[in-house]
């Protein structure tokens, strides 16, 4: 049986760390293009598309993401489809992070004065003019804190994604606590890890959030 | 033929009868105050008159234009129809400048040079002309109302709302804006004022419009309406104004 260096512990760690920020990022992009679709039809008004944003909303917030990862990976061979847990994991990221930042935005959208969307009527600007030259601009800048925040929660649920076997950084750590029965060792490095993936990104929340704020 | 008439328009929000029957004739060049308690839908029929609010029955016709609550149709009526509002709302990202020449831009479709040169003369109008890069936020009160004015007159409107576009002013800030109203008014520019401003009301405008219980309770010349009440509203109303 071969041994393991505190070194080798570290790297094999930092080599699936990659796959942890791989599936991060196509988790947030994924979840970013949904959830602006979501938030257009969220505020759009019109009821049919409202309902089911919420069902949607309401659906995925309302259950472990756990269960979401199941359903996908389990549920879709069932369905006679065959999912690597690769692709069930960024499916079902990009599900639950859809919800989410859906519900943000949303609230971004409707922290903007009702006074400003009737001014803009009365300039007679059209619904696509006012929400592309009004409101989403100043959306953008109150959501940009609590977006990189929740990108914080992204990271951390890819933890979840090492149960259907996908091998990131969690995985990566049980894998060799197997192999050296050191548990302590091992899963503080891969808690420290993750530490230094989220840490930069709340910083960066609140300083965003705080020279946003100034500059309105 | 009158630029804006009101033709018994009422107005329901679910079971409240805000409006009751509002009949109106207003004359191009005309300066008309709309004064009253708060909730006695003064501001309700301001913003029936340019489509912001839909009103239940009746017909409201602005410059030959049917008012209707309708996004082409307010387009179409914000080329006639300006409208100030008390919270100011100007578009705090953009700059003077740009606040002003946005609609322009788009809904008249002018080039951005002629939209700069129409934000310049609607800047010097009220006095503003050195702010035109300035940002909402580094103006006063009164300035941001002003700039408001300005961007309303940059569609070149034939009649402008003001809705009780002085009550969130400090006082010492009120009289630079009724300054610019009372320039408008000289030029011919139409006036529809929701205000508590009974001095300007009286001075400055042709007609006073007592609202009172969604009704039009007492109307005529505006000396004459607010030195003679006929009504013991009107003349309550203006001894806990004035």
Request: proline share 4%; charged share 15%; net charge positive.
């Given at each position: 049986m071969s041994v393991f260096s505190d070194w080798d512990i570290l790297r094999n760690l930092l080599l699936a760390a990659r796959w942890t920020v791989v599936l991060s990022l196509i988790a947030?992009?994924?979840?970013?293009?949904?959830?602006?679709?979501?938030?257009?039809?969220?505020?759009?008004?019109?009821?049919?598309?409202?309902?089911?944003?919420?069902?949607?909303?309401?659906?995925f917030q309302g259950t472990p993401l756990l269960m979401q990862l199941f359903l996908v990976f389990f549920g879709l061979s069932l369905m006679g489809l065959e999912v690597s847990a690769w692709f069930a994991a960024a499916l079902a990221l990009t599900l639950f992070s859809s919800a989410y930042l859906t519900e943000i935005w949303r609230g971004c959208i409707e922290s903007?004065?009702?006074?400003?969307?009737?001014?803009?009527?009365?300039?007679?600007?059209?619904?696509?003019?006012?929400?592309?030259?009004?409101?989403?601009?100043?959306?953008?800048?109150?959501?940009?804190?609590p977006t990189v925040g929740f990108s914080v929660q992204i990271v951390k649920g890819t933890a979840l994604a090492s149960i259907i076997g996908f091998v990131e950084l969690t995985k990566a750590g049980t894998m060799l606590n197997n192999a050296t029965f050191e548990p302590f060792k091992v899963f503080g490095m891969v808690a420290l890890l993750y530490f230094l993936l989220c840490y930069p990104l709340s910083v960066a929340s609140r300083k965003l959030e705080r020279k946003l704020n100034v500059a309105r | 033929m009158s630029l804006v008439s009101i033709n018994n328009v009422h107005k329901y929000y679910g079971s409240?009868?805000?409006?009751?029957?509002?009949n109106l004739e207003i004359g191009a060049g005309e300066v008309v105050s709309?004064?009253?308690?708060?909730?006695?839908?003064?501001?309700?029929?301001l913003?029936?008159?340019?489509?912001?609010?839909?009103?239940?029955e009746g017909g409201v016709v602005v410059d030959q234009m049917e008012v209707v609550y309708d996004d082409r149709q307010i387009r179409k009526l914000s080329k006639s129809v300006g409208m100030v509002f008390?919270?100011?709302?100007?578009?705090?990202?953009?700059?003077?400048?740009?606040?002003?020449?946005?609609?322009?831009?788009?809904?008249r479709k002018l080039p951005e040079s002629e939209a700069k040169v129409i934000a310049q003369e609607v800047l010097a109008k009220v006095g503003l002309a050195e702010k035109i890069d300035s940002y909402p936020a580094e103006l006063s009160g009164g300035q941001q109302q002003r700039?408001?004015?300005?961007?309303?007159?940059?569609?070149?409107?034939?009649?402008?709302l003001c809705d009780e576009i002085t009550s969130a002013l400090d006082p010492e800030l009120v009289g630079e804006v009724l300054k610019v109203l009372e320039d408008l008014a000289a030029e011919g520019m139409t006036l529809i004022l929701v205000t508590h401003e009974m001095n300007f009301a009286r001075d400055v405008g042709d007609r006073v419009i007592f609202m009172h219980q969604g009704l039009v309770w007492e109307e005529g010349d505006s000396k004459t309406v607010l030195a003679n009440p006929q009504t013991p509203e009107l003349s309550k109303f203006i001894n806990a104004v004035l």
């Open positions: 947030f992009a994924g979840g970013a293009t949904v959830g602006l679709l979501l938030t257009m039809m969220q505020v759009s008004g019109r009821t049919l598309l409202v309902r089911f944003t919420r069902l949607y909303i309401e659906l903007i004065p009702r006074g400003q969307w009737e001014a803009s009527r009365c300039l007679g600007l059209s619904y696509f003019e006012i929400m592309r030259h009004i409101i989403l601009p100043q959306a953008l800048k109150v959501a940009i804190a | 409240n009868h805000v409006l009751k029957g509002i709309i004064i009253g308690r708060s909730g006695s839908g003064k501001s309700t029929l913003r029936c008159i340019n489509g912001l609010e839909a009103y239940s008390q919270s100011f709302n100007l578009f705090p990202h953009l700059t003077v400048g740009q606040n002003i020449m946005l609609a322009p831009k788009l809904v700039v408001a004015i300005a961007r309303s007159l940059a569609m070149n409107p034939k009649v402008l």
